[in-house]
């Protein structure tokens, strides 16, 4: 049985909570917070995995969709480099 809402997806679930947890860890750390760029950088490739899920699901077409589930697995990628 498929998916019917976007937060029944594991891979969005995942997604969301790494980006938390990201936003999380700059949170407490006062140089992250004080590199604007690289608070910018981090945050927007944490939640562009979890943004990338989501469009990719409200695409409808599962060629679609798989394209965009490895815009956001290359998205967590980044954002692991640069933690």
């Known amino acids: 049985m498929g998916a019917k809402r976007l937060d029944d997806l594991r891979a969005w679930q ?6 938390l947890e990201v936003y999380g860890l700059v949170g ?12 910018s950088q981090l945050y927007e490739a944490a939640a562009s995995g ?5 469009e990719g699901f409200h695409r409808f077409v599962a060629g679609e969709f798989a ?6 697995r290359a ?4 954002a692991q ?3």
């Open 28 to 39: 407490r750390s006062t140089a992250a917070c004080e590199d604007y760029r690289f608070k």
């Open 81 to 83: 480099v640069r933690l």
């Open 75 to 78: 998205s967590i990628g980044e």
């Open 67 to 72: 394209h965009f589930l490895g815009f956001a």
């Open 14 to 19: 995942a997604a969301h909570r790494f980006k």
């Open 50 to 54: 979890e943004s990338n899920v989501a």
